[in-house]
């Protein structure tokens, strides 16, 4: 059976333990962000990643880029991919899409800097073991800069579709673009009649058998609005128009910045977590687009905590929907990954906890306007954990937790009272959280 175990930190680079055939040590950890992108190279069975940002933690931006071998489904782990040329700025949000014919991904647009969009086109070659960036110069009038757009890989029409987005000075949009890849040209589709409100982030997919884009969800990157609309754009050329969907079954509701991936083969969208003016969410919906049905999955194991600004991705080969990164609060980025096993054979749906990458404890402290201050913990597993309030000189002020958890998050509570019952005094404190094999703090402070 095949596991990782997180085992130490060297240098700042974390590493585990990959059982496979045989033990090796193998570097997998991406930097923590939100807002990577993922594609599935399917020519070399494997996922790519790109990007990203931990911008409201250290303002960092991201242009590296990692790869999972999907050969055994039983021993994922992240690899550094080695790519020449010039690479394209640091960015989050960008559009990056599979070009399979080419052996390919297109990367347009972005976030270069916090909320400073671009427009520019550039191609990531994947033939194996020569991967190359390229910067592009197509024909024609490019899209307004955005970030957080919706796009699919159109074979028939051999383009790019483009839908939405963020811009700087344009909220959202709700224009359609194409791509053209032989020879390369940028064009707007103008639609006439009704068209979907403006937004970024839907989840968007090719119904092939139907011949249309359909997106799902989306909002804007603020305070909304939220959509859980479903609209499907025909593609028929010189006839394009939107018309709106209602699935039946258990709809989600409003959502953005959700991970999602999808299933052609079977018409099938799966999405998970996001937000709204509710808060963080932790859902997982199927869309069955051909009988245009919602459910509602349930699945069992150990699943990701509530997160945004996650990606996702459909493994086929194996047939999993991968989660990957995500900000679970203001500033604080997660650089996990999560297996759904989606296989319908086997009986219910499972997280597989023994395929998670790169778990590992999460402390959340919130201490602001309020008499109580409320500790939320996430684990990689049930674990024995301590948690302790610290003074700034390191003292124990009051031992909070102490025991075998039951779950991997939980919630606990300290009344800013010492072991001797008396109300503490304003300044800097540490909630220190200690398992088995991990010991982490995080700042807080306590305001009169």
Request: aromatic fraction near 12%; hydrophobic fraction near 40%.
């Given at each position: 059976?095949?596991?990782?175990?997180?085992?130490?930190?060297?240098?700042?680079?974390?590493?585990?333990?990959?059982?496979?055939?045989?033990?090796?040590?193998?570097?997998?950890?991406?930097?923590?962000?939100?807002?990577?992108?993922?594609?599935?190279?399917?020519?070399?069975?494997?996922?790519?990643?790109?990007?990203?940002?931990?911008?409201?933690?250290?303002?960092?931006?991201?242009?590296?880029?990692?790869?999972?071998?999907?050969?055994?489904?039983?021993?994922?782990?992240?690899?550094?991919?080695?790519?020449?040329?010039?690479?394209?700025?640091?960015?989050?949000?960008?559009?990056?899409?599979?070009?399979?014919?080419?052996?390919?991904?297109?990367?347009?647009?972005?976030?270069?800097?916090?909320?400073?969009?671009?427009?520019?086109?550039?191609?990531?070659?994947?033939?194996?073991?020569?991967?190359?960036w390229q910067q592009l110069s197509p024909e024609g009038t490019p899209p307004t800069a955005r970030t957080c757009c919706g796009a699919i890989f159109h074979p028939?029409?051999?383009?790019?579709?483009?839908?939405?987005?963020?811009?700087?000075?344009?909220?959202?949009?709700?224009?359609?673009?194409?791509?053209?890849?032989?020879?390369l040209r940028w064009q707007e589709i103008n639609i006439t009649g009704v068209k979907p409100p403006a937004r970024g982030a839907p989840a968007v997919a090719f119904?092939?058998?139907?011949?249309?884009?359909?997106?799902?969800?989306?909002?804007?990157?603020?305070?909304?609005?939220?959509?859980?609309?479903?609209?499907?754009?025909?593609?028929?050329?010189?006839?394009?128009?939107?018309?709106?969907?209602?699935?039946?079954?258990?709809?989600?509701?409003?959502?953005?910045?959700?991970?999602?991936?999808?299933?052609?083969?079977?018409?099938?969208?799966?999405?998970?977590?996001?937000?709204?003016?509710?808060?963080?969410?932790?859902?997982?919906?199927?869309?069955?687009?051909?009988?245009?049905?919602?459910?509602?999955?349930?699945?069992?194991?150990?699943?990701?905590?509530?997160?945004?600004?996650?990606?996702?991705?459909?493994?086929?080969?194996?047939?999993?929907?991968?989660?990957?990164?995500?900000?679970?609060?203001?500033?604080?980025?997660?650089?996990?990954?999560?297996?759904?096993?989606?296989?319908?054979?086997?009986?219910?749906?499972?997280?597989?906890?023994?395929?998670?990458?790169?778990?590992?404890?999460?402390?959340?402290?919130?201490?602001?306007?309020?008499?109580?201050?409320?500790?939320?913990?996430?684990?990689?597993?049930?674990?024995?954990?301590?948690?302790?309030?610290?003074?700034?000189?390191?003292?124990?002020?009051?031992?909070?937790?102490?025991?075998?958890?039951?779950?991997?998050?939980?919630?606990?509570?300290?009344?800013?009272?010492?072991?001797?019952?008396?109300?503490?005094?304003?300044?800097?404190?540490?909630?220190?959280?200690?398992?088995?094999?991990?010991?982490?703090?995080?700042?807080?402070?306590?305001?009169?």
């Amino acid at each position: 059976m095949s596991y990782h175990k997180k085992v130490g930190i060297f240098l700042s680079i974390v590493i585990i333990i990959s059982i496979c055939e045989g033990s090796v040590w193998k570097p997998i950890i991406p930097q923590a962000r939100d807002h990577a992108r993922i594609i599935i190279d399917s020519l070399n069975k494997r996922a790519i990643l790109f990007g990203g940002s931990s911008w409201q933690l250290d303002n960092r931006l991201y242009n590296d880029v990692w790869e999972i071998s999907l050969v055994d489904s039983s021993c994922y782990y992240w690899k550094p991919l080695q790519v020449t040329g010039i690479s394209p700025k640091e960015r989050a949000a960008g559009l990056f899409i599979y070009d399979q014919p080419r052996q390919r991904a297109i990367l347009f647009g972005g976030d270069t800097l916090w909320a400073y969009r671009v427009n520019d086109l550039w191609t990531l070659n994947l033939t194996k073991g020569v991967e190359f960036w390229q910067q592009l110069s197509p024909e024609g009038t490019p899209p307004t800069a955005r970030t957080c757009c919706g796009a699919i890989f159109h074979p028939g029409r051999n383009s790019i579709i483009l839908f939405g987005g963020e811009g700087d000075i344009t909220p959202v949009f709700n224009d359609v673009w194409e791509l053209k890849l032989d020879p390369l040209r940028w064009q707007e589709i103008n639609i006439t009649g009704v068209k979907p409100p403006a937004r970024g982030a839907p989840a968007v997919a090719f119904d092939h058998i139907n011949n249309r884009m359909v997106i799902f969800g989306g909002g804007c990157r603020g305070s909304g609005p939220f959509y859980n609309d479903v609209w499907a754009l025909d593609l028929t050329e010189g006839n394009e128009h939107w018309t709106q969907l209602f699935p039946t079954g258990d709809i989600p509701s409003t959502r953005t910045a959700f991970a999602y991936g999808f299933d052609e083969e079977r018409n099938k969208l799966y999405i998970f977590g996001g937000w709204n003016n509710s808060g963080l969410l932790d859902e997982v919906y199927r869309l069955d687009i051909s009988n245009l049905a919602w459910s509602k999955l349930l699945p069992s194991g150990v699943g990701p905590y509530m997160r945004r600004n996650a990606q996702g991705a459909y493994d086929f080969f194996n047939d999993n929907f991968i989660v990957y990164g995500g900000n679970l609060e203001y500033a604080y980025y997660v650089g996990d990954c999560y297996i759904l096993n989606l296989e319908t054979s086997v009986g219910n749906l499972e997280w597989n906890s023994s395929l998670t990458i790169n778990i590992r404890p999460i402390i959340l402290v919130n201490s602001l306007n309020s008499p109580i201050v409320y500790i939320n913990y996430i684990l990689p597993k049930p674990d024995n954990i301590k948690v302790d309030i610290i003074d700034i000189k390191g003292r124990i002020v009051k031992q909070i937790f102490s025991g075998k958890t039951t779950s991997i998050n939980g919630r606990l509570e300290w009344n800013k009272k010492n072991e001797h019952n008396q109300t503490v005094s304003t300044g800097i404190y540490f909630c220190r959280l200690e398992t088995e094999e991990h010991t982490l703090s995080k700042k807080f402070t306590i305001l009169k």
